[in-house]
Structure formats: structure tokens, C-alpha cells
């Protein structure tokens, strides 16, 4: 599956307006929905290791207000954007970081999540030079640059989403420092009520940095 997602990303062609229209109306169609829980699998390929890291992970989402991000099972590390703030969690060691929505630690996962100005169609050409676009099927995949502060963290970005369902199959960012992160999500579960307090910080259980 990643060999054939690769094959068609290096088909990538350049973008014209027109060609952006997929990506719109994926946007603006998962703003929508009421909730969404997705398994997910991430790779991360490291320049100094020879061998790929694999996690796999989970994420509940109200789109455009409050995520739960969790890799590893059990979890290793945690998000959480309650609306306000942005929270990341180590938890082996118990150390947490709270910080604001428009940190650039925290930036690249609320674009990919859609949350904020920024992961809207408009603010995303206001964030990211579009470099090329590719159909097969409903696979609809779009090459992007980082502008401004973001290229402080990250070179390039790739998202594929599936025209059929509007909904983000996988995304890679190139990092700065040569680490390339791949994020799979699985087909999602709508609009069923989420966890509760799925959104919610134990801040007793963490050493805060």
C-alpha cells in the first residue's frame, strides 16, 4: 500500500486553480461533521537510524474545535486541544507542554487536523505554495511548501484525501532536519458521540516543563 501511495505521488503534476477544487470541497465538507474517531498508523523515517519507526495511534476530533491526538498503544505520546490550548504529553516519562494554538511546535499537526484559520482552503494557500496536484481515483493528492515561520520546522508537506468520502487518508511532512513523518488514517467513524472528557487534562499526572 505505501509503495503504490508513493508511485502515485511522484506523478504529481503542477496545480492550476481548477485542479484545487477536490481539495476545497473535502475542506469544507469535514468542517461539517459533528465528530470523528480514526485509527491512524505513523511512520517516522530518521536520517541517523537505518530502520523505520512504526506507531500506531488514535484520534477523536471535533472539526475545527478539540482534538485528542494518541500514538502508541498503549500511548506514548499525547495532544490535546481543548478549544484554548494546546497541550503535548510524553507518557513514559510524564512531562507535559502547554502552549498556544499558534506555536509553531504545535502548528503543523492543527493544519493537519483542520483546526484553526490556517487549515481552512484560504488559509492554507495563505500558508503553503501549491507545487503540484495528482488524481487516481478518488485518491486526490497535493504537494505543498511551507511560507513564512512554518519553514522554520518543516521543508514540504504531501496530503492525499479521498474524494469520495472528503475525508484526509495520509499525509507526509518533510522536517527540517531530514526526519520524513507519514500519518495513514483508516476509514473514520462520524458524527458518534466521542468519550467523555476525551478532551480533558489530568494535570496532577504530569510534570509540567
Known sequence: ????????????CPAHADGMAPLKMALEKQAQHRSVSVAMRQTKRIPALSEEIFEKGHVWLQPGKAFRWELGKPPVQSAVFDGNRVFLMDEVRKTATEMAPDDR???PLLLMLGIGEGATFEGLNQAFTVSGTNQVREHFIVSLLPKGQLR???????MQINTRT???ERIEWTQRDGTVVVTEFFPPELNQPLPKGVFQIDRG?????
Open 1 to 12: 500500500m505505501l509503495f503504490r501511495l508513493l508511485a502515485m505521488m511522484l506523478l504529481i
Open 105 to 107: 511546535r504545535a502548528k
Open 152 to 158: 522554520r520546522a518543516i521543508n514540504s508537506m504531501v
Open 166 to 168: 472528503s475525508f484526509l
Open 205 to 209: 499526572r504530569y510534570t509540567w516543563e
